[in-house]
């Protein structure tokens, strides 16, 4: 089983990448999301890597493909996704690429159908199911890492009120409501305040 491929970026493509590690190069699909935050080709990267081994059963051949991730709260988040039925490794891919990590994340908190809706393949079915199965796992777990930060999230006074706000109007709702919603919210748990998704859950109670 391999974890993770640490070596140099030989080549990067639409949806994939090489990285040469000890001389052999390998080829690791990625999401658009890590692309977009890769290093240039020529430097040393990470990848923490989910391995695929797929077999048609008609023919009996196989294909092993590799899946890379920045960090592993996004590996952890993408195996969820292709656990849900109908979520092949293509569409969690699509998914994952379609948004941040933790905006995939949050939207599953707080049921945003619609995010989901618009990754190509997705109905209205599935993104109940998504959300449906996935809500109550993910709420035990740590939100995977913000887009270009390598360590542990953190969120705190205004950067948390600003994550809240913006997860918030992604869903559709009234900027100054909101604002308004989530203050309240923040001023009643000032003592102790409260992870980013169990405020925006707090938030929409208090609407």
Known sequence: ???????????????????DCHGVGYLVHVPVSVIERSPAPGNKCRLFVHYSVSVDVRSGSSEHRLFGFLVPEERQLFRRLIEVQGVSATLGMAIMGSRSAHEVHTAILTGNESMFKGVKGIGPKLAQRIISELQNKLAQGAAPVRSGVAGPMVVGGNTLKAEALSALISLGLDRSKAERSLQAVLQERSEEPPQLEELIKLTLKNL
């Open 1 to 19: 089983m391999i974890d993770s491929l640490n070596g140099e970026l030989l080549e990067v493509f639409a949806d994939h990448v090489v990285l």
